[in-house]
């Protein structure tokens, strides 16, 4: 929707994941195979209910992360990235854990002419990269560190209780 008003005219938009997608690939130093995954990334998780409960700013930053950690990019997340996103990786996860699950999905699912597009040597050749095994490990440690957080939580709980 186009408006005019005494600054001039502005348009207004919904905001997706892409709106972010563009701002957050330009805080790092960008590379044309870093851009297409996360755009192949966020594109599946703006196909797909399950990322809804997440923002549009919370999926576009998971899909850099997710990006970079296909692409064994370092620092897997950086200082510039947090400051720019407003996310911590431990943040991101859950979400791009989700966005790597979409992916190693792709190909079998309904949603073929998002894998033939990205697919497209001139477009992107780096596709079959499969960010799962990369993504895995740091997932791992991740849903760990929970784990021993909420097992200290409820010891502590128990002691409180016992007192």
């Known amino acids: 929707m186009k408006k005019s ?60 992360f997710a990006a970079r950690c296909t692409l064994n990019k370092t620092p897997l997340w950086s200082d510039t990235l947090k400051l720019y996103t407003g996310y911590t990786q431990e943040q991101l996860m859950d979400c791009a854990g989700l966005l790597v699950s979409f992916h190693s999905n792709v190909g079998n699912g309904k949603l073929k002419v998002l894998y033939r597009k990205y697919s497209d040597p001139l477009c992107f050749h780096q596709l079959n990269i499969f ?17 021993m957080l909420n097992e200290a939580a409820e010891k502590k709980t128990r002691v409180v209780e016992f007192l």
């Open 131 to 147: 960010s799962r095994k990369r993504l895995l490990p740091l997932l791992a440690l991740h849903i760990d560190h929970n784990k």
């Open 5 to 64: 008003g005494p600054g001039g005219e502005w348009t207004l938009t919904v905001p997706t994941p892409f709106v972010f997608l563009v701002r957050f690939i330009k805080a790092e130093v960008p590379d044309q195979q870093l851009e297409n995954m996360a755009h192949f990334l966020s594109e599946l998780g703006m196909m797909h209910y399950a990322t809804l409960m997440y923002c549009p700013s919370m999926v576009a930053a998971s899909a850099v």
